[in-house]
């Protein structure tokens, strides 16, 4: 919907603020202009060009309340991009194939959903470490093990989504 500019024009007579007066039958007088010439007809002020302008806000307003939308929503999708990082070292007394290395680990900022995901990478480790789980996903945090026999391990973690 393309806005169709008015190109206002002044009422240019040749001879301004120029009047006539008229006794009324009442006691009151009446100013005719007597404005001469017209030079430039001037642009009617009419319903059908305020009209106009109020069509131009309206559109102006709903432009910038969508864009609005679309910023927010794309700073909510860079947050869930950068995400948030953290290490934890997990220790485990049991002897292989047994394992009691699970810790909860708590979200500096909480999500609105669990529709977040965590990336674990191995940065040190002492022993095999088998795979790494996350499991027991809530707003506020998740639980975290490794599955070998190795008797600790530092993982880094990176969370991403759940539309903080």
């Known amino acids: 919907m393309g806005y169709n500019r008015t190109f206002w024009q002044d009422h240019v007579t040749q001879y301004n ?9 009442d006691g009151t007088i009446s100013h005719i202009p007597v404005e001469g010439e017209t030079l430039q007809e001037g642009t009617p002020q009419n319903a059908a060009n305020f009209n106009n ?3 131009g806000v309206f559109g102006a307003h709903e432009i910038d309340a969508e864009l609005t939308r679309i910023m927010l929503q794309h700073e909510r999708n860079i947050d869930t991009l950068t995400g948030e990082t ?3 070292t997990l220790e485990n007394s049991s002897v292989y194939p047994f394992n ?8 500096k900022v ?9 990336d674990v990478y191995v940065v040190s ?9 996350v499991t027991d996903k809530l707003c506020n945090g998740f639980k975290i093990a490794f599955t070998g026999g190795a008797k600790s391990a530092t ?7 759940g539309a903080v």
């Open 17 to 25: 603020d120029r009047f006539r007066e008229r006794n009324n039958s």
């Open 53 to 55: 302008i109020e069509t």
């Open 86 to 88: 953290g290490s934890i």
């Open 100 to 107: 009691n290395s699970v810790r909860s680990v708590g979200l």
């Open 110 to 118: 909480p999500r609105d959903t669990t529709d977040y995901t965590v």
């Open 125 to 133: 480790a002492e022993g095999s470490v088998g795979n790494i789980t």
């Open 155 to 161: 993982i880094k973690y990176v969370i991403r989504g």
